[in-house]
């Protein structure tokens, strides 16, 4: 790779300095989110857009190694050159891999030699970061701190992915009694912006994913948001109302996927006559595993088009992603806005104008993906502390529900 990421700021002994300190930082937090699971648990693949807890510790690792290690570090060797196949994801200027939806086939390697293979590349990345050259370092600052923002991502995976697999289970086991939560809205307001001609993106200083810019102009009418998400009690309203039994709510690819999916109530919710746990009322599962829903506290689990749907029933609309970025910029009195959900919004996930993509293999990590899928904004109760920023883009297909996704309306100024 032989240029730096378009996002980079200029390397130095400040930043060398702050990097021994935060990739070691980051990579122990992923150790402590797999804490609680068992190696049977970390073995688990529920679905094909899922993957097992063992594969996100490898695959991280996996990215400095391939990324930083192997190019940078002229007497590195690699802990074992199989793991360049197993653990490669989508990159394909990296070489073949194995295929995604057979991740949890992987008995082999170990729990304990992935933990190893980790602590194999934190001890070379260590190395990398203290002894580079100046134009070695130049080159590794910008790659290490992707790297980084990356197993953020992984690590929010890491923990909806087990939601997901423990859903599976009969036993709707708890990952961990003090597990994250999202916390509880208060009234909702309607908080008006006057719209006009506003900058989106992210304008530096300050990392940013190369789908967060080029910073550009556009043109908004006047518009109103609410002041916090869609609780589970309105949800709960929606489902009463027949919500998941009016076509006229829906989009058509929403109905469709209604019915062929038989969903009555979003991903995770147990109806009170649920034979795993009947208890006479609606209950959750959740991180810290089956509870009572709580009134107050946001709907999650939602797919796109019942994101839409539910706008529908309440009279109101999803944001734009610009819309939503201009509020969270701008508009005081928004609750919820990266401690609970991904919120939905009614942007296709398109290039900005002017989108260029990284240079080398990073160029494969946003762009491709720009088609067929749904911007959300925000963050949820797993996004790492200080991952999240009013400019991030995060994106899935739209009938995509096993994340903590929900929604916050929007409105066109009543008249």
Not at 372 to 393: C, E, F, M, N
Request: glycine letters at 8%; charged letters at 20%; aromatic letters at 12%.
């Amino acid at each position: 790779m032989n240029e730096m990421p378009a996002f980079a700021s200029p390397a130095g002994d400040a930043t060398r300095a702050v990097a021994l300190a935060r990739y070691p930082a980051v990579r122990a937090h992923t150790l402590d989110l797999a804490a609680p699971l068992s190696a049977e648990d970390q073995a688990l693949q529920s679905m094909p857009d899922a993957s097992p807890a063992k594969w996100h510790q490898a695959h991280t690792s996996w990215f400095f190694e391939a990324l930083l290690l192997r190019p940078l570090l002229p007497d590195y060797q690699a802990f074992d050159e199989r793991f360049f196949y197993l653990f490669n994801s989508y990159y394909e200027a990296l070489g073949p891999r194995h295929p995604r939806p057979q991740r949890g086939l992987l008995s082999r390697p170990s729990l304990d030699e992935v933990r190893a293979y980790r602590a194999h590349v934190d001890a070379a990345m260590l190395r990398l970061i203290e002894q580079a050259d100046t134009d070695s370092w130049a080159r590794a600052a910008p790659l290490l701190e992707l790297g980084l923002q990356h197993e953020q991502q992984h690590q929010e995976l890491l923990l909806t992915d087990i939601l997901h697999a423990f859903s599976c289970n009969p036993l709707l086991p708890a990952y961990a009694e003090a597990a994250p939560e999202a916390p509880d809205g208060g009234a909702l307001r309607w908080l008006a912006h006057a719209g006009g001609a506003a900058q989106i993106g992210h304008a530096g200083p300050g990392f940013a994913f190369d789908n967060e810019g080029p910073r550009h102009t556009v043109l908004l009418a006047p518009f109103e948001m609410a002041s916090r998400l869609v609780n589970q009690g309105e949800y709960l309203d929606f489902i009463q109302d027949g919500g998941y039994r009016r076509p006229e709510l829906w989009l058509s690819d929403g109905w469709a996927r209604v019915q062929a999916e038989g969903w009555q109530a979003p991903a995770y919710w147990l109806a009170p006559d649920d034979p795993r746990r009947p208890a006479g009322h609606w209950q959750r599962l959740g991180l810290r595993g089956v509870q009572a829903l709580r009134r107050e506290a946001p709907v999650l689990g939602l797919s796109f088009y019942e994101a839409a749907a539910y706008a529908e029933w309440a009279g109101a609309r999803l944001p734009s992603e610009f819309e939503w970025e201009l509020a969270a910029r701008e508009l005081t009195g928004l609750e919820q806005l990266y401690d609970a959900a991904w919120q939905w919004t009614r942007s296709a996930y398109h290039p900005y104008p002017g989108f260029k993509p990284l240079a080398g293999a990073a160029a494969e990590y946003n762009g491709k993906f720009m088609v067929g899928q749904l911007v959300l904004r925000g963050a949820s109760l797993a996004t790492p502390p200080g991952h999240a920023r009013p400019s991030y883009r995060n994106f899935f297909p739209p009938a995509a529900r096993w994340q903590f996704s929900g929604l916050r309306l929007a409105r066109d100024p009543l008249v």
